[in-house]
């Protein structure tokens, strides 16, 4: 199916948890490679980490950032790309 994302440009997700109400949604991201600079190594190798960066990687799954409920459809199986989340936060009328 074709989508055309300009169209939606402009619309305010309104994400409400289905467990606990809670409003903030974050995405969860798998294989993703992470570039860190490093400030200082302590004592038995405590690192203070400087800037970082995020390269690759694939939506593992989207999930309340307040209780860790998963997105899910109705028969259980996880919602796992942003075109999926885009359909949930519609089907939920929450975008
Ligand atoms: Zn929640």
Do not use: A
Not at 12 to 39: A, D, H, Q, R
Not at 73 to 86: A, H, I, Q, R
Request: charged share 30%.
């Amino acid at each position: 199916m074709e989508r055309t994302y300009g169209r939606n440009k402009g619309n305010i997700m309104k994400f409400v948890c289905p467990k606990c109400n809670g409003t903030k949604l974050e995405e969860v991201m798998k294989y993703v490679t992470v570039s860190s600079k490093i400030n200082d190594v302590g004592e038995g190798g405590d690192i203070n980490y400087g800037e970082q960066s995020n390269e690759d990687g694939e939506v593992d799954f989207y999930q309340c950032l307040d209780c860790g409920e998963e997105l899910v459809w109705d028969d259980g199986t996880t919602v796992e790309s942003n075109e999926e989340l885009y359909d949930w936060l519609k089907e939920h009328n929450m975008i």
